[in-house]
């Protein structure tokens, strides 16, 4: 894996070919990061929402190819993320996800359980303006950013979620079994991991996404 330093020079470089300045400020975690899956059923659901297949298909549509996904090669049995470009690629990751939660037997008992953390993002205030842009009748933000980029955007959050504890993120407001998961001294697999750069929100001039993770305990 590429050091944080190695991906920033990436990011910079990419800033100086046109891509937005968009920068990882820090990580959240709000009052309810969990929600616990009690299915195979409604773990189904859950994919199919993250992935926006099925019902969740036409799910900010135009945008969904920012997203980063996890993906697996199956004959190398190896994890990478990536974006993807059509319906037909998020079933084949939709497929493979399949496959590996057979393999993984998850246990619906309380073992199962969605993790939903903030990832803050901010911009400089003269790029900020210049990415305002009215859809629909509303004022909203559009980023043009490589592919290169978003990556690296995802390599930030996904580095700040796996240095939590030791970034003093705060999460003592929620209980015992739950700090476990954060401090994922009980997280016995990742079934599935996106960072959703279609639906993101602004508050107080920083703007957040989620990044999902279906976690199997122990």
Not at 91 to 114: F, M, T
Request: hydrophobic share 40%.
């Amino acid at each position: 894996m590429e050091s944080l330093r190695d991906v920033k020079r990436v990011m910079e470089r990419e800033i100086e070919k046109g891509s937005c300045p968009l920068q990882f400020e820090y990580l959240e975690f709000g009052e309810k990061p969990f929600q616990f899956i009690e299915s195979e059923k409604k773990l189904n659901e859950v994919l199919s929402y993250l992935l926006r297949l099925g019902e969740y298909r036409g799910y900010t549509e135009h945008l969904v190819g920012n997203n980063v996904y996890m993906d697996l090669d199956m004959l190398c049995r190896k994890i990478q993320f990536k974006r993807t470009h059509s319906p037909v690629e998020r079933s084949e990751i939709h497929w493979k996800i399949q496959r590996y939660k057979n393999k993984l037997k998850p246990d619906y008992a309380g073992k199962v359980c969605l993790e939903m953390v903030q990832c803050i993002f901010s911009l400089p205030e003269n790029a900020a303006e210049k990415c305002r842009i009215v859809y629909d009748g509303q004022e909203t933000y559009a980023f043009a950013m490589s592919n290169k980029y978003i990556l690296g955007l995802f390599t930030h959050c996904e580095a700040a979620r796996k240095s939590a504890v030791e970034d003093g993120v705060e999460f003592v407001h929620l209980p015992e079994e739950e700090q476990k998961i954060v401090r994922l001294e009980n997280v016995r697999n990742v079934l599935f991991q996106t960072l959703l750069l279609d639906n993101v929100a602004v508050e107080n001039g920083l703007f957040h996404a989620q990044m999902c993770t279906v976690m199997l305990l122990k």
